[in-house]
């Protein structure tokens, strides 16, 4: 069995700090990880790593990097100690390789925000092992989506893949005063995404073809100045390769945003 998740990882540390408009996420982040069955490995895709073939974590024992700036002390305190899983990491680099697509481990490299925030408050024992895969720097959507596919070859039992990301990330109109104006054009691009992601009407190439070209939908460049946020969106949907099981909305930041599960067999 394989689950595939795509999720919202909230702003910086804030998830962890008592930061009541993060509460939604929490909560939500929570209940799907008390639904699902535990996985025996997570792979982990962070909008918060790119590079400019694909990067996988190696080492045995990854530090985490507290890549945000202006917190609180506590917020660089945060610990995490889930430990590698090199069997996966070794599995994954073939699997790359095999779909015809350059890739290097990164045996220094730590956990950055983007997996250890949500993890903690999904499975806060820390004891699963993790795998982290970096974006592609050219940001191509479609480039992604066939990293994916790559995934869905890896030879792991029980992998839970977690695309750590955001499907609102405009920063301006996070820290905005409250506008009803931003709020319906995310209105209509989540309910754009989620049509194209939960649609049993779609068949695969359409719902590809719409993921490629996802600039294309209501207000998707205002949501997503830089779309590093959306695209572990499309590494999830390559390796699910079929419409999600559900689809889970929250809020965040005073932002509604989309997160999506996918069962495979």
Not at 81 to 89: I, K, W
Not at 117 to 136: E, H, N, R
Not at 185 to 206: D, G, H, I, M
Request: with cysteine; aromatic share 10%.
């Amino acid at each position: 069995m394989r689950q595939v998740l795509y999720i919202a990882h909230g702003g910086g540390p804030m998830p962890l700090l008592g930061d009541k408009s993060h509460e939604s996420l929490n909560n939500a982040l929570q209940d799907v990880a008390s639904r699902m069955p535990k996985p025996d490995a997570i792979l982990v895709v962070s909008a918060h790593w790119e590079a400019d073939i694909p990067h996988v974590t190696t080492g045995e024992k990854p530090e985490l990097i507290y890549d945000y700036y202006g917190f609180p002390p506590e917020s660089y305190q945060i610990t995490y100690p889930a430990p590698s899983e090199p069997n996966l990491a070794k599995e994954l680099l073939g699997a790359i390789t095999a779909a015809g697509i350059e890739s290097v481990g990164e045996p220094e490299r730590g956990f950055d925000h983007g997996l250890f925030v949500p993890l903690k408050i999904m499975f806060p024992q820390a004891d699963i092992p993790c795998v982290q895969l970096s974006l592609l720097n050219t940001l191509d959507a479609n480039a992604h989506i066939k990293l994916g596919k790559a995934l869905a070859n890896l030879d792991y039992d029980n992998l839970l893949i977690l695309g750590s990301g955001f499907s609102f990330h405009n920063m301006k109109a996070f820290f905005s005063p409250e506008d009803a104006t931003a709020d319906s054009k995310n209105a209509e691009f989540q309910s754009w995404l989620e049509q194209v992601c939960s649609s049993k009407t779609l068949n695969e190439e359409e719902r590809a073809d719409k993921l490629s070209h996802w600039q294309q939908a209501p207000f998707a460049e205002f949501c997503h100045p830089r779309e590093e946020h959306l695209l572990p969106l499309h590494v999830c949907y390559g390796a699910a390769g079929k419409a999600s099981d559900e689809a889970i909305t929250v809020t965040a930041l005073n932002k509604e945003a989309r997160m999506f599960y996918w069962q495979l067999n």
